[in-house]
């Protein structure tokens, strides 16, 4: 009875963590079930569409996918397998590089305990053979032809059992070292893979009291080989005649450039970016802050790399290089790497910069973020935390792009870095109960 308690905890609390990404996405194929998997995990996992697959069924295709996530659900096959390189190479020229492999992995630390509980007859299934860690995953993967873009440990002892609450139980849940005590690591994979295709690119611009970037922009706005390239500014309530200089601009360069211009009835830069994005017809979706700090002859790379498969969610870094004289303040510069590391930990992702204003997205994954931000709360009045964490959430790849900040050659800055700075925080302590302690 007791195995039966535990072994529905952990099914439970595997399910939870996956359905927080599979939730949003189209598909769900659990592929090569183990003897002694009676399907309790997938029937927990939610998600709009599941299918269980064994050896005796052809495996779809989904490689042709461009616009759907599905997602292939092994559980626990790392640990009855002597290949696991053979086993993701079958796979890999199924998938499309918006599919994700989703492993079930039993913590290696705790391979004493499957195989105690097997010798007490507490657990009848056959002992699992292989436990591989982290590092071995990693190069596993690489070999493979895929990358790790998420990893969330699962199932920890419940403290509370031993009369703790929630909170206390949680926060314990982080301390160093008892992670390993989770039962389970669950690890998203990624297929590394170029597209052959030159989608589409819709440039939003946000624009407040930015009167003389409004041309500067356009006329420095590269063209991108292959690419058609939309640019849509959104005016926001400026009072130094923004809005009739972004009229005269889009007259001139009409012949130039696909320009639309929109008036927000709301405030704030994540309003300005969500109209924006809404009105957008490319295929994919980037940002470029109005002041031009983030260089506009950089966009190329931005669209160059999420092409190259290097990521799906492309993110600007302004922390690697050098920035010219008076582009941040000094306690700014503090506030971006505070952000950055404790982002990056609360996320589980490597992030460089998470305040860079410039990102790039696919549509049909920001409208998955659009979702989530549904379920999750309108909680972010700039618009790169409502972009980020629906990024690693769901599992996409994660990239940075580097760039070389500027100072601003027009108006000042509207960075106020106390309030803004409390409002960052807030945020971050919602990220970290919601996201990073949720499921512990």
Wanted: charged share 25%; hydrophobic share 45%.
């Amino acid at each position: 009875m007791r195995w039966t308690i535990s072994t529905t905890y952990l099914i439970q609390q595997i399910a939870a963590e996956i359905s927080s990404a599979t939730r949003y996405y189209d598909r769900l194929i659990q592929w090569l079930p183990h003897a002694s998997d009676r399907g309790e995990l997938l029937a927990r996992i939610e998600c709009p569409r599941k299918e269980c697959i064994g050896r005796d069924d052809a495996f779809p295709d989904l490689s042709s996918e461009r616009e759907r996530r599905s997602a292939v659900l092994l559980y626990a096959n790392f640990n009855y397998d002597c290949d696991i390189q053979d086993l993701l190479t079958q796979l890999a020229p199924r998938l499309s590089r918006t599919t994700r492999v989703l492993a079930v992995c039993l913590n290696p630390y705790l391979r004493w305990l499957f195989r105690l509980a097997h010798r007490l007859g507490l657990r009848k299934a056959e002992v699992p053979t292989t436990f591989v860690t982290r590092a071995a995953l990693q190069n596993l993967a690489k070999l493979s032809g895929f990358e790790i873009v998420r990893e969330r440990a699962a199932a920890h002892f419940p403290f509370r059992w031993l009369g703790l609450g929630t909170l206390a139980s949680r926060a314990i849940s982080l301390l160093p070292g008892v992670r390993n005590l989770a039962a389970v690591d669950i690890v998203f994979l990624r297929p590394l893979a170029p597209t052959r295709e030159r989608p589409s690119l819709s440039v939003v611009i946000p624009a407040r009291n930015e009167l003389g970037n409004i041309e500067p922009a356009l006329r420095r706005l590269p063209r991108i080989e292959g690419a058609r390239l939309e640019v849509i500014f959104v005016e926001g309530h400026s009072r130094d005649g923004t809005w009739e200089e972004i009229g005269r601009v889009m007259a001139k360069y009409a012949d130039q450039f696909d320009c639309k211009a929109f008036q927000q009835t709301g405030t704030g830069k994540a309003d300005a970016v969500r109209l924006g994005f809404e009105r957008a017809s490319g295929e994919l979706l980037t940002v470029l802050d109005a002041d031009l700090t983030m260089p506009p002859e950089m966009l190329p790379r931005f669209y160059e790399a999420w092409c190259r498969g290097h990521g799906e969610f492309v993110n600007g870094s302004r922390l690697v290089y050098p920035m010219e004289e008076g582009a941040m303040r000094a306690l700014n510069l503090l506030g971006n790497l505070f952000f950055a590391k404790v982002l990056s930990w609360i996320l589980g992702a490597t992030l460089g910069d998470v305040l860079c204003g410039t990102k790039l997205v696919a549509r049909h994954d920001y409208e998955r973020f659009r979702r989530w931000r549904a379920d999750f709360g309108d909680f972010d009045p700039f618009g790169d935390f409502e972009l980020l964490f629906p990024a690693a959430v769901l599992g996409l790849g994660i990239v940075d792009v580097p760039i070389r900040y500027r100072d601003r050659r027009f108006g000042t800055t509207q960075i106020h870095r106390f309030r803004h700075g409390a409002q960052l925080l807030q945020m971050a302590w919602l990220g970290l109960r919601r996201i990073k302690l949720a499921r512990l």
